[in-house]
């Protein structure tokens, strides 16, 4: 890594706290933040970029990524588009094609501006997103740093497998075998699916998976693992039982009731939540292009579950939780590349000011990733966007990817600022 110093200069800086953008100037050696104030004097071999109408801010950090799904910008795939088409699964990639498949992913959201991405889960048993993880932190390949997710744990006592169904291990024991299996790959965090979902059959969201037990039994042995623990939860019990667990991350969330509520504000400072508000924006609004009509988008409860979500997140938001934009991109209708969308959806349905949605989407990232990003501070990595314009005063401007004037991670630009 080269010494030479980088000064951004002459734009307005947005740190990533919620403070308001001021003008200011951000300092970067090696791969760290030196500096971040006014006044920041050049020497004899800095590189200084001119950021004269526009504004340097934290990288973007993705809390609800799938990397190994298949559609992304460019790239859709309509063979992963459930309850409609599943049949990616009937002509599955081999290991290798799959982990080629999630690199190219991970460049095209770090092409937007994403510079970490906290994962909420990889589409099969393969370890192809511990693979991905560590050959972006090697420097192989570019993409956001990231923590790997196991697949999604779904608790039924049947699995189905190309031999047809089998029986499968339920229980505390199991659970636990689970877990110390996906910690042993090489996982930063395990996913279950505490509640069922709607797309699934009809009233999946208010069916809760695991028992009480099991739950706890999790929770243990995910600290026993030195994993951390993620869930897919809409029911109310399985809200409940999540935050009781002890668990990190829980997804979704849309039917919290007034204890489930109360239970989450009492433990707002451990616990991370993603509503993935983009899927079910796309799904009522822009699925008819891929066969989810109005009437599938009801269906599979998506026009109930943005509704319960405009009711939820304003009040979580007054309550102080931490949530997090990250919509379940990597369906043809939510296509990888569009995540930034979401901190549109944030402030026009959630009630957000847009210096609130950054914040959400840069420190509250930094903080679930356990990472020193998401951040403009001095020592913390230089993951830093130099973006037109001023995203704070109008976050759609991060949707477009031209507006990212430059793109740096750790210190190095993937996408150099122009001459």
């Not at 919290?256 to 989450?264: F, G, K, S, W, Y």
């Not at 009492?266 to 292009?289: C, Q, R, T, Y």
């Not at 001095?378 to 759609?396: F, I, K, Q, S």
Request: glycine share 10%; aromatic share 8%.
């Amino acid at each position: 890594m080269s010494e030479t110093r980088v000064i951004f200069t002459g734009g307005r800086v947005f740190d990533g706290t919620g403070s308001p953008a001021v003008p200011g100037d951000v300092a970067v050696r090696g791969d760290r933040i030196e500096a971040v104030r006014a006044g920041v004097e050049p020497e004899p071999g800095d590189r200084v970029v001119d950021c004269r109408g526009a504004t340097v801010m934290p990288g973007l950090i993705e809390s609800h990524a799938h990397l190994t799904f298949p559609s992304a910008v460019g790239h859709v795939d309509p063979s992963f588009n459930p309850p409609l088409d599943v049949s990616f699964f009937h002509h599955m990639p081999t290991p290798d094609e799959h982990l080629a498949l999630a690199e190219r992913n991970a460049r095209i959201l770090l092409d937007h501006g994403f510079t970490s991405a906290y994962s909420a889960g990889s589409l099969t048993p393969v370890p192809t997103e511990v693979r991905l993880r560590d050959r972006i932190a090697a420097g192989l390949v570019p993409g956001p740093r990231m923590r790997a997710a196991s697949f999604e744990r779904d608790n039924n006592p049947v699995q189905m497998g190309p031999d047809g169904p089998t029986p499968k291990e339920i229980g505390p024991e199991a659970v636990r075998a689970f877990i110390r299996e996906q910690a042993a790959l090489g996982f930063d965090s395990v996913k279950l699916l505490m509640s069922n979902d709607d797309v699934f059959f009809e009233g999946g969201s208010m069916v809760t998976q695991y028992s009480a037990e099991e739950a706890a039994a999790a929770g243990e042995q995910a600290r026993e693992s030195g994993v951390w623990l993620n869930c897919h939860a809409q029911s109310p019990e399985s809200i409940k039982l999540a935050v009781r667990s002890g668990f990190r991350s829980v997804y979704h969330c849309s039917y919290a009731d007034q204890e489930a509520i109360d239970l989450l504000e009492e433990h707002k400072d451990e616990i991370f939540l993603s509503p993935a508000v983009g899927i079910m924006w796309a799904n009522v609004h822009e699925g008819a292009e891929f066969g989810i009509d109005a009437a599938l988008a009801e269906k599979m409860g998506s026009v109930k579950s943005l509704a319960a979500m405009e009711q939820l997140y304003p009040e979580l938001r007054k309550r102080g939780l931490r949530v997090l934009p990250g919509g379940d991109y990597g369906f043809p209708n939510n296509p990888i590349g569009r995540n930034a969308r979401d901190l549109e959806l944030f402030v026009r349905l959630f009630g957000y000011s847009p210096a609130e949605a950054l914040r959400a989407t840069t420190q509250y990232g930094g903080q679930v990733l356990d990472m020193p990003v998401g951040v403009l501070t001095e020592d913390y990595l230089a993951d830093v966007l130099v973006v037109r314009g001023d995203p704070t005063l109008d976050v759609t401007l991060l949707q477009d990817k031209d507006n990212l004037l430059a793109i740096m991670q750790g210190g190095r630009f993937h996408k150099a600022p122009a001459a």
